[in-house]
């Protein structure tokens, strides 16, 4: 369970100097090791935060070692949406895992006790997540919390058959996380979401694939889904 990491940053504007950059290259490399995070330090320089992000992830490697995974945070100004979804679509295009985290402020990461994982089937997004969250449940924080697997149906008749699925495939996962299906019955769907994710540390849920107006599933996505607790916005390269 262990891999490269890269912090990066970008810069922008007309003031940026190799000076400036080697100077933030030491504060963070100095920060990380206050923290004991173990990564690379990588900054550049480009005209706007999401070209760089894609910059960085096209040139970023070492022959066949390029990274798998980018981890952003959220952008929440709508004014910057159609930017950072241009970004995430390069991203995807390009087969490359991307994580967008939501920070709450107020909840953090909460006890470090409990990850929620939002299953929307077994291809993409789901086993991805589901990876994530055993791999995240095994490092020295987040060690001996619970990973529940949570799925949406809508009908009893259908939880029965959905339960015994996703039993299953969690078992054979060996990741040791527990399953829950939950039944919408007459209550909206993101309703339903808010209630059962409130008493989580972390959330992970999926994102769908981006297409013609992904700048507007991207808002209504940030907007239905507040209030989470921190929620990580996962959207699988395959």
Known sequence: ??????????????SVTPKRMDSMSASLYEYLDKQGVQALVRIIQADDPFSGGVQLMTTYGLGTLVPNTVVVGA???????????????EFHGAQRNALVIRY???????????????WGGRKGNGALMVILSWLLSTSLEWRGSTVTVKMAVPTEAAAVGARANLES??????TGALAEVLVTGDRPF????????????????GMAEPGAD?????????????????TVFTLAAE
């Open 75 to 89: 952008s929440e100004r709508a004014e910057a949406h159609a930017g950072f979804c241009r970004m995430l679509a």
């Open 214 to 230: 992904f700048e507007g599933y991207y808002a209504a996505l940030q907007e239905r889904t507040l209030g989470l607790p921190t």
């Open 190 to 205: 993101w309703e339903l979401i808010r209630e059962s994710s409130s008493t989580a540390d972390l959330v992970f849920l």
């Open 104 to 118: 709450n402020p107020q909840r953090g990461f909460g006890a470090h006790r409990h990850i929620v994982v939002w």
């Open 169 to 174: 495939i969690l078992h054979a996962s060996r």
């Open 1 to 14: 369970n262990r891999g490269l990491v890269t912090v990066s940053s970008v810069l922008t504007g007309p």
